[in-house]
């Protein structure tokens, strides 16, 4: 149900209070069960759905059954331009006391933590969700000192999703873990060395991981991630892994250490030196339909060597992203590997900050001949190319052989 059609029954309702139909009920949506009504009232903004309280006595407190309290940017805006920036933790504590039922979905997201007060706040409203079974929280906070999360939030054992930005991890000695836990959405967050495997061996039934932006002194190390064997979407920078883990053999072992591993996004070092090379996928993964790569530095040999070999032994890979180094658009590349051609199940490919290099014309050359069911593929130049050199970038693509008959190329 959109806002439009919210605010649609809302005004019909507000009508219906000062003149009564004789076909129609007065006041009919009131009379609907408990449960439709917190419904409706759960998919309006917070501010507006507290507001419907001045529709009637009856409406009065309907919005205390609430199950999804969202504190976003538009709820604070709303609050600053009506009751003033000093009180809204005030506000927000009021707010929750008076929510009777259980809190299905929390989502705070603010600018900047200024002090003690702001962080006391925060500490007393996740204590207040341990006891309403939370399932879904998120917790934002874009500037200021990182929020210590108090160990209240390890007692939310019915969570399923939970997302974190600006945060520290400060987990009990014995971390009883999330066993209901999904997903799981890591930003800017520090924690000490060894936590998040023993977070990991305790959410068992893990099955979205992003940990694309981290803040800690010590490296997460890859087998931290095998723990996990139900991951099917698994997003990580490669520079916050410990740096002698870095390489293409153990991404590959990676991959094939988690089995129901559908999606795969990897972001990597901008200045990555790679110094393994004729590393080799020894199983593939079957499960794994989407791989995005990000920051890649194709005029690497061993780089170009690894996307080559993920592409070869992944069976049942439909799309593949990948964005290349945008400050290396002119480097000059390492001798092209020579790749033994292998049919792949690609169906959509998408390329950024593609420069026409050898290498990168190479790799296009490959997926375009062994991909008789591509469908479509989209190459976004790099900006620094001139108007002459795109044009000649795109004559090339036009006279790559193509095993697919119904393949596009949009040269954007």
């Not at 092209?336 to 290498?359: C, D, M, Q």
Request: proline letters at 5%.
């Amino acid at each position: 149900m959109n806002i439009c059609l919210l605010d649609r029954i809302m005004m019909k309702l507000t009508d219906q209070t000062r003149k009564a139909s004789k076909f129609v009920p007065q006041d009919f949506i009131s009379n609907m069960p408990d449960t439709v009504v917190t419904n409706i009232l759960d998919r309006l903004p917070l501010q507006h759905a507290v507001r419907t309280s001045i529709l009637s006595r009856n409406w009065r407190f309907k919005w205390t059954t609430l199950t999804q309290l969202v504190f976003d940017e538009k709820f604070f805006e709303y609050l600053t331009k009506t009751k003033g920036k000093n009180n809204c933790g005030e506000i927000i504590s009021r707010l929750l006391l008076q929510i009777k039922g259980v809190v299905e979905k929390f989502v705070l997201s603010i600018g900047k933590v200024k002090g003690t007060n702001d962080v006391e706040n925060i500490n007393h409203w996740i204590l207040f969700l341990s006891t309403k079974s939370i399932k879904d929280l998120t917790l934002r906070t874009v500037n200021g000192i990182p929020v210590k999360l108090p160990t209240h939030l390890f007692s939310c054992l019915e969570l399923k999703h939970l997302e974190l930005t600006n945060c520290c991890f400060n987990p009990p000695h014995s971390i009883p873990g999330f066993p209901n836990l999904l997903s799981l959405k890591l930003r800017a967050v520090k924690f000490e060395s060894g936590i998040l495997g023993e977070i990991l061996t305790r959410c068992p039934s893990l099955e979205i991981l992003d940990m694309r932006h981290l803040l800690y002194p010590h490296k997460v190390k890859l087998v931290d991630f095998v723990k996990s064997e139900n991951l099917k979407i698994l997003s990580l920078c490669l520079y916050n892994i410990d740096a002698v883990a870095i390489r293409s053999s153990t991404i590959f072992e990676l991959v094939g250490f988690l089995p129901k591993l559908q999606e795969l996004d990897l972001v990597f070092l901008e200045n990555y030196k790679s110094t393994e090379s004729g590393a080799t996928m020894r199983f593939p993964a079957a499960c794994l339909k989407a791989l995005k790569l990000s920051n890649i530095n194709l005029g690497n040999v061993m780089l170009l060597s690894c996307v080559f070999e993920m592409i070869r032994h992944l069976p049942n890979l439909r799309t593949l992203e990948i964005t290349a180094v945008k400050r290396d658009a002119h480097l000059i590349p390492n001798p092209i590997p020579e790749v033994e051609y292998k049919t792949t199940g690609l169906r959509s490919v998408v390329f950024r900050y593609f420069a026409g290099s050898e290498n990168e014309v190479y790799l296009i050359k490959y997926i375009l001949a062994g991909s008789p069911f591509l469908e479509k593929i989209v190459i976004h130049p790099h900006q620094s190319l001139a108007s002459d050199e795109r044009l000649m970038f795109s004559r090339k693509l036009l006279k790559l052989r193509r095993a697919s008959t119904v393949a596009e190329i949009d040269f954007d």
